[in-house]
């Protein structure tokens, strides 16, 4: 029996899915593995966490795996994708293909039919391609500068509308939960703490901003609503450059920020379809390993 491995290397968490020639065998979760986000040393140890668990989940060993696909942020690039080959490689001596992060939510949401998805989980990206094999992309260009409605910009999103509501002399449920969160007492000691070099994690006080939306507070549900409208906006850009005759573009998402906010795909639904009113917008948030798995299976 062929036994095959796909990884989802993500900025908050790494997926490890094992099956072999027809089925899913087992699946593990580990932190994050994204090298340019957390460092070698950390991508590693998650990596190999990850592949540990899932190959012990399914019964078998890391060395038995014949081919193994690994997406990631940056994994088109030969310097970073060397990188996690030979991270991998310390435990499975199969073939090793390591891809970005796009292809295998691309897989994963069409096979290898035409379509885009929208990533939006620590950072955010749209990737597409059409039938005849063109691909485009949007955003996804890091953290400092772009990745609008990712789980870092609603984080820092959501300080920057505090300090906005302090000025302006208002107070918000999104003030009390970033501070909770920070483990700092006063807006000035979340300012400091905003400002620090290098950066906090920001993409860590996603699930408090939800919480925020959750109980009625209209900074974070503004925050939140922003989020699904820049999302909208970079999909728009790759169906107009990679579909622009065509009515029907199936579209996905993909992501923590979808998964974790029906507000985010709600608004991120209507603003695509007042443009393109024939978008088909699949309604579940897919799962980037199972296109790292099929493309293990397919081989380089």
Partial sequence: MALFLGIDGGG???????????????????????????????ARSALHEAIRQAARAAGVEPRQIQRACIGTAGGARPQIAEKVRHMVAELVPGEIQVVGDTVIALQAAFDSSPGVVVIAGTGSIAYGKNARGQTARAGGWGFAICDEGSGHWIGRSAVTATVHA???????????????????????????????????????????????????????????????????????????????????????????????????????????????????????????????????????
């Fill in 12 to 42: 908050t968490k790494t997926t490890c899915a094992v099956g072999d020639d027809t089925s899913w065998l087992a699946s593990a979760t580990a932190g994050a593995s994204n090298i340019i986000r957390v460092g070698e040393a950390q």
């Fill in 166 to 300: 302090h000025d302006e002399g208002g107070s918000s449920i999104l003030l009390q939960v970033i501070t909770r969160a920070w483990a700092v007492e006063s807006l000035d000691d979340l300012v400091r703490v905003a400002n620090a070099t290098p950066p906090p994690d920001f993409s860590s006080l996603l699930p408090h901003v939800l919480s925020a939306a959750d109980e009625g507070d209209q900074l974070a549900r503004t925050v939140l609503t922003q989020a699904g409208a820049e999302l909208a906006g970079i999909a728009k850009i790759v169906i107009g450059r990679l579909f622009p005759q065509q009515p029907n573009v199936p579209v996905a998402m993909s992501g923590g920020v979808f998964r974790n906010s029906a507000l985010v795909r709600q608004v991120f639904y209507n603003s695509l379809r007042s443009e393109y009113p024939h978008a088909t917008v699949g309604s579940t948030v897919i799962e980037p390993v199972k296109g790292a798995l099929r493309l293990a299976r397919r081989g380089a």
